[in-house]
Structure formats: C-alpha cells, structure tokens
C-alpha cells in the first residue's frame, strides 16, 4: 500500500477560486435503477474541456445521513469544483470525474431517513444499487476507465462509513478508499443519536478478497467533532487489530464538514490513480 505524506490542513490555494484556471462543469442527471425499481439521479462534475476521445478515472463521493446527490456541492465550502480544477491544473492529481449519488436506496417516496434503525436500511442497500446500476451508467455514458486502478470511493460521515463498507466488501472495483469522518454503523456500537447494529462485526471488517488490496486506504477526522465522536478512530484501531494497512489522520479543529471534506479530499487526490495502466 502506498505510504502518504499527509497535509493536515488543505491549503488555500487548492480550493480558492483562480481566474486563470478552467473548471469543470457539473449536470444533474437521471438513471433508472433496476435493483431498487425506480428512477434515481446523480450529480457528475466533468473536467475542464472533457473530452470524449479520452478516457478518465472516476471517484464515486458519498454523502451523509440527511442528504441527497446534491448536499456536498450545495455547501460552497466544500469547494469541490475548485479542488478538482486547481489539483488538476498544478498537476497534483489526475483529470478526475467526479460522481454525486443519491445513497438513500429506496423506492418509497414515503420513506425517509431518520435516527432509528430501520429508518437507515436503505443505505446499506447502496452497493447493489451502485454495482448494478449506478456504474454501469456512468461507463455507458462517460467516457471512463473500468478497471480497479482508475475506479475511487470516498464519502464523508454515513457515507464515509459506507464508503468503508463498499470498499471492504468490493476491492475487486476500489483501488482507492477515502472514509472522511465516517460515522458509526460500520460495526456494532452506539452514539448519542443510537444504537447500531452493525453492518459487519469487528473482526469481519477486512478485505473480502485478499487479491485485490487497494493502493490507498485512508480514514480522517477532525480532532473534536462532536458529531461522530471517536468512531473514525476506533475503526482506525479495527483495522489495525486486522491488520488491514490504511492510512490514518486527525484534521486540527471541530468541524464536521467542510474543514474535513477538503483536507481529506486534497489528500486523497494526490494519491490517487497514480497506479493507473490506461
């Protein structure tokens, strides 16, 4: 796995917006789901004069409890355009496009998400939604690579732990891992809002497939957030006792948002697919 030099603390100059740097567009679009049975939409930011003569990795980013395909871009101070652009301008990460799900998998309009354990079922059922349907969209209608070195997962909070989950449960697809502030849920535990069962228990969270490790395993939190509390850090110590080597770090602060979703993203995207064969 590859080693990280960390930068805890995004820099400025990677999410400031520069009247000299082209940015990539984004659009809203529709698919139709048929592991869940209805039509779903996702949000795509293209590169800056995407071409589609070329082909391009592709970062699925998951998003928290409450959200939808639009939350993370609505918040400004992610300034996930910016990082994308001004990365790829400088040369510190590849031409990336960048996918927005919806990671609430259900048909039923009259379900909603809420803190209760029925109520965050369809989020575990993601994956299949995301291998079955979402995936095969993107590579019919993009022009993307396919293979595992150019195919990324990250999220932040609820999708930051099933941002764990897909990895740990598909390497075969994720060369690179990116959970910022994942939340409870992955294993049993419990937190101020309640109690989770668990999607695996603590000495089944490693590699399904120990032929396909990924290059980059990565897990941030800030410092004090009082939001997911410890939980980043005692999956940090889980995988340790598995001895799954990843990538572990503390953002200084107490945000549970942007401060987070930056440092952790401008890491990872220094790092990621650069084991990229084309």
Known sequence: MKVMQIVETCPESAYRRDGGVSYGKVYHECYYSRSIG????????????????????????????????????????????????????????????????????????????SFSPDSVLPYNDFIKDLVEDLMPYIREHYSVYTDRQNQAIAGFSLGGRQTLYIGLQRPD?????????????????????????????????????????????????????????????????????????HTWYEVPGNDHGPVAVRSGLYNFLRYAFQENEG
């Open 38 to 113: 209805c039509e779903r939409y996702f949000n795509i930011l293209l590169p800056a004069d995407y071409d589609e003569t070329k082909k391009y990795p592709v970062l699925y980013l998951l998003h928290g409890i409450f959200g939808d395909e639009n939350v993370l871009l609505n918040d400004e101070n992610n300034r996930l355009v910016e990082i994308f652009g001004n990365m790829a301008a400088d040369g510190l990460a590849k031409e990336t496009i960048l996918v927005l799900p919806n990671i609430y998998a259900t048909s039923d309009p009259e379900m909603k998400p």
């Open 173 to 245: 697809l994720f060369g690179y891992i990116c959970a910022i502030s994942p939340a409870p849920g992955l294993t049993p535990g419990q937190d101020w809002a309640m109690v989770h069962e668990g999607q695996m228990q603590e000495d089944e969270a490693k590699f399904s497939d120990d032929e396909h490790l990924p290059y980059v395993l990565m897990i941030c939190c800030c410092q004090e957030d009082g939001v997911v509390g410890k939980f980043p850090q005692t999956y940090h110590e889980i995988l340790d006792r598995n001895s799954v080597e």
